[in-house]
């Protein structure tokens, strides 16, 4: 029998007033307008049908929400490679509405890197090796692999979920370049923190500090997934994960429903 795992953090608007700076709200929930079966959405079907609300079931309207200042890039989502860049391989960048599901639909394994993560540091490496070597086997092309950081331990409202483990653009392209063509992580972000990579930067002067594990996707094309969860939930592999990420034209991203397939 097969059980579902569901691997997709919850969007939550509340989780707005938890973020360290306003910038990234619109990754972790949208604001909402809210219509209710008493307020906006009764006075919604009474202007359409020009009743009142004693010819209403129980006086109530239709409930519905409009979501604002909601990111392609909120949530649990998928980066096209559109999101590092106009190319990737040579060719021109795919955006998310041109990924075809069946390239959304692989064999999984997680990397188990909790023992060589640090805060704010990119993941060596030798421990992604290490990880892959602890699964029993080695990556598959169109694999989809699955960073565990252990960063589901914090709640959102923990300052710490912020201060993640990242991932290099040398990290990156070791996964690649074994055939992993989606790439999952625990984490909020892929690279390491936004805070990390300005401090490294301007403290050496190398550009390669500069959001390095999404610009890798320039190099080798690969679909980057953000913000899982329940990764403790899965075995290191023999199941199948799908990502199906809402059909948008033309964007750079789109929040996901994640789900993993295990027998």
């Not at 079966?37 to 010819?55: Q, S």
Request: charged residues 20%; contains cysteine; proline residues 8%.
């Amino acid at each position: 029998m097969t059980r579902l795992i569901d691997l997709t953090y919850p969007i939550d608007p509340a989780f707005r007033d938890a973020v360290p700076t306003p910038e990234l709200a619109m990754i972790v929930g949208p604001t909402v307008e809210w219509y209710t079966h008493t307020g906006a959405g009764r006075d919604m079907l009474m202007r359409y049908f020009g009743c009142g609300p004693e010819d209403l079931p129980g006086g109530e309207g239709s409930a519905g929400e409009m979501l604002n200042q909601f990111g392609t890039h909120c949530g649990t989502h998928v980066d096209a490679p559109w999101h590092s860049g106009s190319v990737s391989e040579g060719r021109p960048a795919r955006t998310i509405d041109q990924i075809e599901l069946s390239e959304l639909l692989a064999p999984g394994m997680v990397l188990d890197v909790r023992e060589w993560a640090r805060p704010g540091e990119a993941i060596p490496v030798d421990a992604l090796a290490a990880a892959i070597d602890a699964t029993g086997r080695d990556i598959r092309p169109g694999d989809a692999v699955l960073i565990r950081t252990g960063q589901e331990r914090f709640a959102i409202s923990d300052p710490a979920y912020f201060d993640y483990p990242g991932m290099s653009g040398d990290g990156t392209r070791f996964l690649t370049g074994r055939g992993a063509k989606i790439l999952g992580t625990d984490a909020i972000g892929w690279d390491r923190p936004i805070p990390a990579m300005v401090e490294a930067y301007r403290k050496t002067g190398d550009p390669s500090h500069i959001w390095d594990g999404h610009y890798a996707i320039r190099d080798k094309e690969a679909f980057i997934v953000q913000q899982m969860d329940n990764l403790a939930e899965l075995p290191p592999t023999g199941f199948t994960v799908g990502f199906f990420p809402i059909k948008l034209i033309g964007t750079s991203a789109a929040p996901a429903r994640v789900v993993a397939f295990v027998d």
